[in-house]
């Protein structure tokens, strides 16, 4: 079982959307950003603290708010502000008339506590619903968020020296999302088992591998920024990317991930940083290129956060 310093995924600054930058460096956005907090909390607390986390979620925004947080997260910020976070969950449930956000804000931060929680899958079911819920409170945002972390959670289990089975992997998703969507009543939804049903289209897509085109995955899976059309999809390109693809020219599996991810268009900042952590739980730090890491901001800063989480994680 291997833990390296594997998360430099966690090291999350794989965010390779175009954005301001000073060169050579490219500035991570709201993803890592909020996933950095996320790391700090738990290494500061020991746990997972919600309101900790929201007061830093806060902070962060209000310090750096040029990092490319979309219009409703900021209004769950200024409201956590404005009523002086007594209720850390309360903004985010106000969301959408009530019903809350199904995007994939939540999947897109999670990395650290799929490491911090490793051990304990009820556990990290449990802190993952609830830190989604931070800004995300509709099932389906915090079930995305869940499945991503427990696709984390699989692959740091994995010896990368073996041959990946990749329907294996899907199955084994399946099963534990069998439990997670048995709960859909009165939520109005035309499937009950939304995640299944994607995680079914994604073993037929990789059973077609070079005859999949980038089209009919993003018309199949989804490229969008609702967690539902975007998490599976981040999970299929780490696992359609274990093998070469013709129009990636690299044996760099884990950079294979990175280039198919942003490939199928989208919300590629955000679909590329949830491919890049499974892909970075999955491979280790080995195979993050020195030539990547250099040109992303806080790299350094983000190994110590993965060295940090781990040494927690294995106490």
Do not use: W
Not at 40 to 49: C, H, M, P, R, V
């Amino acid at each position: 079982m291997k833990y390296d310093t594997l998360m430099i995924k966690i090291i999350l600054c794989i965010n390779l959307q175009p954005f301001t930058f000073a060169a050579p460096v490219k500035q991570y956005t709201d993803d890592a950003a909020m996933t950095k907090c996320l790391a700090e909390s738990l290494i500061t607390q020991g746990k997972f603290d919600a309101l900790d986390v929201a007061k830093r979620f806060v902070k962060e925004y209000f310090n750096e708010p040029r990092r490319g947080y979309g219009q409703n997260v900021i209004d769950v910020f200024h409201k956590l502000r404005g009523r002086k976070f007594d209720d850390p969950f309360g903004p985010a449930r106000e969301q959408f008339d009530g019903t809350g956000s199904f995007g994939n804000g939540g999947a897109m931060r999670v990395a650290p506590l799929a490491l911090f929680s490793h051990a304990n899958y009820d556990e990290l079911v449990n802190v993952v619903r609830r830190s989604a819920e931070l800004t995300h409170t509709h099932k389906l945002g915090y079930d995305g968020t869940i499945l991503q972390a427990i696709a984390i959670q699989q692959s740091l289990h994995l010896n990368p020296k073996e041959n990946l089975d990749v329907q294996d992997f899907a199955s084994k998703l399946m099963q534990k999302m069998a439990q997670i969507e048995k709960d859909t009543e009165g939520l109005g939804l035309d499937d009950p088992c939304p995640y299944q049903t994607q995680l079914k289209s994604m073993q037929i897509l990789l059973d077609k591998k070079d005859e999949a085109h980038d089209e009919e995955v993003e018309r199949t899976l989804g490229n969008s920024v609702a967690a539902l059309y975007s998490v599976p999809t981040a999970i299929f390109c780490f696992l359609r990317a274990c093998s070469p693809i013709p129009e990636i020219k690299t044996n760099n599996p884990f950079r294979r991930t990175i280039q198919y991810a942003i490939s199928l268009g989208g919300d590629t900042d955000t679909i590329a940083n949830m491919a890049g952590a499974i892909a970075g739980a999955y491979y280790g730090e080995c195979m993050i290129s020195e030539n990547v890491r250099k040109h992303c901001e806080a790299a350094d800063q983000f190994v110590e956060y993965a060295d940090k989480l781990h040494k927690i994680a294995c106490k």
